[in-house]
């Protein structure tokens, strides 16, 4: 298959996802022929950063462009694609959650470009690092998806519906549930004047044993080896926190049940 035409990308939406798409496009070659969205000084900045044209309303767009990304919440997926006029392009949104179907009731192509990761406005992660998970109807359009993706990233994977879920379901217990882990240990510490800066190494150690081996192989602490003194001590202090206490037992009792031999 020839090299998918790239020059008409149209990025609809402002938020996170849209600027580290904007930034990744630009730094590969690939620019941005417009942004659209709804806010006037938001789109404008964006634009501005990706050195494009600013649009503010969806219905505004133009049916011109090659390549469609809804980079907007899941939400707004179909009232924004609802709103668009018609085109002969490719329209994807980059959710993990919501159905391919969403987009099919208003445009001949469509699909899904959804990389796996959490993202910030003004920190931009390696996208090459990043996971893209494409999923398209039609064989060339599937291609066009793959070819663009690995522009950007160094892994790329085809998907259905419900493998994309499955990963974001596996994704919030990394990323929301680790990171509420990591403010309830911010709670303990900041109590005796504690800085979580002493966590990062450790946290960073914990992360990084996956690529050595599975999170099964890698468990360790008091629950794993059964030590109920220290179990016991924890609980102890878990007194003055009283709505951490729950969740220390729920995974100490997970742990256990997992290792119970």
Not at 23 to 35: M, N, Q, S
Not at 150 to 166: F, I
Request: hydrophobic fraction near 40%.
């Amino acid at each position: 298959m020839t090299e998918p035409t790239l020059h008409r990308i149209v990025v609809a939406g402002t938020g996170r996802v849209a600027w580290n798409l904007c930034k990744a496009f630009v730094e590969k070659g690939l620019p941005i022929h417009e942004v659209v969205g709804r806010d006037l000084s938001r789109t404008m900045a964006l634009a501005e950063f990706a050195k494009t044209r600013a649009v503010t309303g969806i219905d505004k767009m133009t049916r011109e462009a090659d390549f469609y990304i809804l980079a907007v919440s899941d939400d707004a997926i179909a009232t924004v694609a609802k709103q668009m006029p018609p085109t002969d392009g490719l329209v994807v949104h980059t959710s993990g959650m919501t159905g391919d179907k969403v987009l099919k009731e208003y445009f001949g192509r469509s699909g899904v470009f959804y990389p796996l990761q959490t993202f910030s406005v003004g920190h931009y992660p390696d996208f090459e690092q990043i996971p893209i998970l494409v999923q398209a109807d039609s064989e060339n359009d599937l291609a066009y998806l793959s070819q663009l993706a690995a522009k950007l990233s160094n892994c790329v994977m085809r998907s259905n519906d419900h493998q994309r879920q499955t990963l974001h379901l596996a994704a919030v217990f990394v990323n929301n549930f680790g990171n509420a882990l990591f403010d309830m240990a911010a709670q303990i510490l900041e109590k005796e004047q504690l800085p979580l800066s002493l966590l990062e190494p450790l946290i960073l150690e914990t992360a990084s044993k996956i690529s050595r081996q599975t999170p099964s192989q890698a468990q360790s602490g008091p629950a794993r080896r059964n030590d109920y003194g220290t179990i016991h001590q924890h609980l102890n202090i878990l007194k003055e926190y009283p709505q951490l206490e729950p969740v220390y037992q729920m995974f100490t009792e997970y742990i256990r049940k997992k290792y119970l031999s």
